[in-house]
């Protein structure tokens, strides 16, 4: 185990670690990039593969570049940035070609994201407090562990939401405010949460605290942050109070400002509150969304669409007016309500909302669409779902996903259940992630 050897890396899996082979065997490295010549030694065996650890690099790949982030070795949120952004495209689109070997698929060309720093708009930062000092923390997880790095400075994200989290740090303890401590499971403040409007500027934040109600100093704290950041539109508190590795709980109370922040996609503006799904880069989203538009416009005349899995109804509210009509349904009542005043605000009649299950409603509603969105959560759509789908579409589905693993297993459910798939059109929402975002186009006629 402790031998130390060389290999060279010859691709990236598809959770971000690069991959040797030594004497037949598959070896995992992380922290290395396809090209490099790297001195290893393994870590851990199993009987057809062994994961080793980076001793030193020998010969660089020409795809190596310096992280603009100093942080970016400690800290687990941009696995990949010590690769050029372009060979990072190129991965991601192998990543998807990996998961759908089987089927036998063009996968395209990865388009870029617009931004490739600050381009994420969702924080979610976990606190602590360290043990002797009881300083608090606040920063993203270090790999495979629930070890905080305190992080000061983070390049992927609006510069204002170090600001306010630099605020928090430095001032919870006045309020006498304690930072969450997991294996006790004691302390107030169990995480920091920014939702960040590119449009405005404006942000929202979100205390999560391991309590059921808000104490004299919360109120104080959070009010104080309020008055002293312009650009805080809005100041939460979400009551997080059980052992859980879910950051909020869908009990969620304004304290001052507004509940909710506006952004702008396909020239109309969403409002997105705290528990609400937004994408997270919203300049990639709208990349995404044109692509989508444009598919419909130039395969349908005023098309009835099946808005999926909708969130704030985003895809629906933005098709609505090359359709003739758009149903959206989402589980989670604070979306619909926020899709509810867009489509008032914007005078939109021809989309109908449901706050119910999927399933549920595929199982029950008596109508067709020519075309269905469908963006599930990570883990995919259960097959009772694609039933329903299939049931319901009458020409083409559209199938935009986040997990190009649980996207292949779909896809290969849909085609053997008949459905033709012709590409699929990765996007690059998660920069410096081995993330990758997904459009398939289904053919049902
Ligand atoms: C990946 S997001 C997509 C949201 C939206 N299409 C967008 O682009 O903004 C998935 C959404 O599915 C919702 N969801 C998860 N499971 C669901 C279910 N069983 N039925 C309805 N909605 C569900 C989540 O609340 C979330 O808003």
Redesign the pocket.
């Known amino acids: 185990m402790e031998q130390e050897f060389i290999v060279e890396i010859e691709e990236l899996s598809n959770l971000g670690a690069g991959i040797a082979k030594h004497e037949g065997k598959v070896i995992f490295v992380e922290n290395t990039c396809p090209g490099d010549r790297v001195k290893i030694k393994i870590t851990k065996q199993n009987k057809t593969y062994s994961f080793g650890q980076l001793v030193e690099i020998i010969n660089p790949s020409t795809h190596r570049v310096n992280p603009f982030c100093p942080m970016q070795k400690v800290c687990g949120a941009c696995q990949i940035q010590f690769i050029d952004y372009k060979e990072q495209l190129k991965i991601k689109q192998q990543i998807v070609k990996d998961y759908s070997r089987n089927l036998n698929l063009e996968v395209r060309e990865t388009v870029p994201s617009p931004e490739i720093k600050g381009y994420r708009h969702k924080i979610q930062y976990p606190v602590s407090e360290t043990k002797n000092s009881k300083r608090i923390i606040a920063g993203y997880y270090k790999p495979k562990s629930h070890e905080i790095v305190n992080i000061k400075y983070c390049p992927i994200q609006p510069e204002i939401c170090d600001e306010i989290i630099d605020y928090i740090r430095e001032n919870a303890p006045k309020y006498n405010i304690s930072g969450y401590r997991e294996k006790s499971h004691s302390g107030i403040l169990k995480h920091i949460v920014i939702r960040s409007s590119a449009e405005t500027g404006n942000n929202l934040l979100v205390m999560v605290i391991n309590d059921n109600k808000i104490s004299k100093q919360i109120k104080q704290f959070g009010e104080d942050i309020y008055n002293r950041f312009d650009k805080i539109s809005g100041v939460c508190v979400n009551f997080n109070n059980k052992k859980t590795n879910l950051i909020l709980s869908n009990k969620t109370q304004i304290l001052c400002g507004e509940d909710y922040i506006e952004e702008k996609l396909c020239g109309i503006t969403f409002k997105i509150g705290a528990n609400t ?3 997270v880069n919203p300049k990639s989203a709208e990349n995404i969304f044109q692509y989508v538009k444009q598919y419909i416009k130039e395969n349908f005349e005023s098309p009835t669409i099946l ?1 999926a ?4 109804a ?2 629906g509210i933005v098709m609505s007016n090359i359709s003739q009509k758009v149903v959206s ?4 009542q604070e ?1 619909i309500s926020l899709a509810k005043e867009v489509l008032e605000l914007n005078k939109i009649h021809n989309v109908d909302l449901y706050a119910m ?3 549920k409603y595929l199982e029950t509603t008596e109508q067709k669409f020519d075309v269905t969105i469908l ?3 990570r883990k995919g759509c259960t097959q009772e779902s694609l039933d329903g789908v299939l049931k319901v579409t009458k020409s083409k589905i559209i199938y ?1 996903s ?1 997990n190009p693993q649980t996207l292949a297993r779909d896809l290969e459910y849909l085609i053997s259940k008949g459905g033709k798939v012709n590409f699929i059109q990765p996007f690059d929402m998660f920069c410096h992630t081995y993330h990758v975002e997904s459009v398939a186009v289904i053919d049902l006629e």
């Not at 899995?309 to 704030?312: F, L, N, P, T």
């Not at 349904?329 to 989670?332: A, G, I, L, R, S």
């Open positions: 799904f937004f994408q808005d899995y909708a969130g704030i985003a895809f349904v989402e589980e989670n979306s299950d999927t399933a963006d599930p959560p935009v986040c």
